[in-house]
């Protein structure tokens, strides 16, 4: 697995596991339970051991099913991440809620803690000591925030003393390009990693039959899901978390990675989406 580092002598693979929908989406569903712990221990076997999760998935369920994926494993050996939902950013509150998730994950620690959306409603000052006081605490190694443009970014900046912002979490994919103009560069720039959520289009990439997109993965022997992740991770301080339940899709994965097409292919395939 090829890795990036997210922070001073902390590496990740370019590959991780994305988990929404696993133990529910808005609420929990135990009927798949024992198919998910089995999916993220595989995906971790492979080496995709940077696990996003969320308090929102699931109502909380999802982080229990992650909580007992990773028991058997070194906890060294996994980047742990989880996020704090929009209504829980003011500072007693988003404390409780790491408190929660750390409980449902069954850990002491997790490796990055984000903010999963903004809320204009609450100070992002207000936020970001809240997440200060996390590090400080060590409940999270790692802060950062999801959906944010350059300018929030900075200014969530400008309001922590000590820690550095080291993340941010945003939709990219052929599909979803927008962070290619402002985001992306300024994340480079600073040496922040574009953690890259719903790198397959939520599922639309590998399900429809896109021209170009088909006929490069035929060229390079790849398969589309394959091609679709080979574009987003092989772009500078970008590392990408598809979901899948799936062991023949997570295998996959693996295929996504230790190559490039070549730039007259990428940018051809850049463009033929709009
Ligand atoms: N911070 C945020 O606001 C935010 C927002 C959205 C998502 N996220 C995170 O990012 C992760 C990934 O995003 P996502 O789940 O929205 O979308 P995604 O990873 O782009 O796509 C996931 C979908 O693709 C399917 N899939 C995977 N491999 C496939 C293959 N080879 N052939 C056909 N279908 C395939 C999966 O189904 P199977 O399970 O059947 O393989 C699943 O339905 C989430 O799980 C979550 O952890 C964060």
């Known amino acids: 697995m090829e890795h990036h580092e997210i922070a001073p002598g902390v590496t990740i693979p370019k590959i991780g596991l994305g988990t929404w929908g696993m133990g529910g989406k808005q609420i929990e569903d135990r009927r798949w339970d024992e198919e998910n712990i089995t999916a993220i221990r595989f995906a971790i076997d492979l080496g995709l051991t940077h696990i996003d999760t969320a308090e929102y998935y699931g109502a909380g369920h999802t982080e229990e099913l992650v909580g007992e994926a990773i028991e058997p494993y070194n906890r060294e050996d996994i980047f742990l991440t989880t996020k704090v939902w929009r209504d829980n950013l003011r500072f007693d509150t988003l404390i409780e809620s790491i408190k929660k ?23 992002l ?15 999270t190694r790692y802060i950062g925030v999801c959906n944010c443009s350059a300018n929030l970014i900075q200014e969530a900046q400008s309001y922590l003393k000590e820690n550095y912002l080291i993340a941010n979490q945003s939709e990219y ?23 890259a959520y719903s790198p397959l289009g939520r599922g639309i990439l590998p399900r429809m039959n896109f021209k170009t997109l088909t006929e490069i993965a035929e060229k390079y022997r790849k398969t589309v899901p394959q091609v679709a992740l080979n574009w987003v991770i092989t772009q500078e301080n970008v590392v990408a978390i598809p979901k ?8 996959e994965f693996m295929d996504a990675i230790c190559w490039e097409m070549n730039l007259e292919d990428n940018i051809e395939l850049t463009n033929s989406f709009i």
């Open 173 to 195: 994919s052929l599909i979803s390009k927008a962070p290619r103009v402002n985001l992306l560069p300024y994340l480079q720039e600073t040496n922040r990693t574009l953690i």
């Open 101 to 123: 998730s750390l409980r449902r994950l069954n850990q002491n620690y997790v490796d990055l803690y984000l903010v999963h959306w903004p809320n204009y409603q609450i100070p």
């Open 244 to 251: 899948s339940s799936n062991p023949i899709h997570l295998l």
């Open 125 to 139: 000052k207000e936020t970001m000591q809240a997440l200060e006081h996390c590090v400080n605490e060590g409940y």
